[in-house]
T-cell receptor, first 111, second 115 residues
Framework: EDQVTQSPEALRLQEGESSSLNCSYT??????LFWYRQDPGKGPEFLFT???AGEEKEKERLKATLTKKESFLHITAPKPEDSATYLC????????????FGGGTRVLVKP | DGGITQSPKYLFRKEGQNVTLSCEQN?????MYWYRQDPGQGLRLIYY???????QKGDIAEGYSVSREKKESFPLTVTSAQKNPTAFYLC??????????????FGPGTRLLVL
């Protein structure tokens, strides 16, 4: 059974204070690892897909990296508008087309 | 303007009542999904459909039903058998390869509350 664990559960940052979120996973045949951003009361917004170890993707202040056991979402010099819950999910060969989600990391960036 | 729409935004259910949540997509995606999200928790899969007229149970299907008569539409019915329906319901559709890979895209959600 696929498992995804995100840490920490919550993160409080000062504006400009860079940090990283962790997504650890155990799957049988990784087909893709996905990062989403979710604002309160809204649907998740797609950020990145990573397919193989060593892959990196960037978007503005966010950078996602992937190893064989975990993924990191690095937030560089965050701004208050980066406050959100960040969700990680995996798609595996064993699970067909079903995503397995982690519990999310709530990020609060204070000015 | 391509995307996924869900309606209503808020829905109130009375005891013993069945209610239906709407999900429509114009992304030409074959696969569609329903998830439930409870406060402080991750998303849990209720039902999914890979193709029209076919659907499969997810991890928490009891008390729910779906239909897939059109590619664009995947309505979810919360039946009276679901004893704890209060949650945020999210619909998603998935691309199949191409530049978007196998990414799932989400609608804005429906919040269901019990009166």
């Amino acid at each position: 059974e696929d498992q995804v664990t995100q840490s920490p559960e919550a993160l409080r940052l000062q504006e400009g204070e860079s940090s990283s979120l962790n997504c650890s996973y155990t799957v049988s045949g990784l087909r893709g690892l996905f990062w989403y951003r979710q604002d309160p009361g809204k649907g998740p917004e797609f950020l990145f897909t990573l397919y193989s170890a060593g892959e990196e993707k960037e978007k503005e202040r966010l950078k996602a990296t992937l190893t064989k056991k975990e993924s990191f979402l690095h937030i560089t010099a965050p701004k208050p508008e980066d406050s959100a819950t960040y969700l990680c999910a995996v798609l595996s060969g064993a699970a067909g087309n079903k995503l397995t989600f982690g519990g999310g990391t709530r990020v609060l960036v204070k000015p | 303007d391509g995307g996924i729409t869900q309606s209503p935004k808020y829905l109130f259910r009375k005891e013993g009542q069945n209610v239906t949540l709407s999900c429509e997509q114009n992304l030409n995606h074959d696969a569609m999904y329903w998830y439930r999200q409870d406060p402080g928790q991750g998303l849990r899969l209720i039902y999914y459909s890979q193709i029209v007229n076919d659907f499969q149970k997810g991890d928490i299907a009891e008390g729910y039903s779906v239909s897939r008569e059109k590619k664009e539409s995947f309505p979810l019915t919360v039946t009276s058998a679901q004893k704890n329906p209060t949650a945020f319901y999210l619909c998603a559709s998935q691309s199949r390869g191409g530049s978007a890979g196998e990414t799932q895209y989400f609608g804005p959600g429906t919040r269901l509350l019990v009166l």
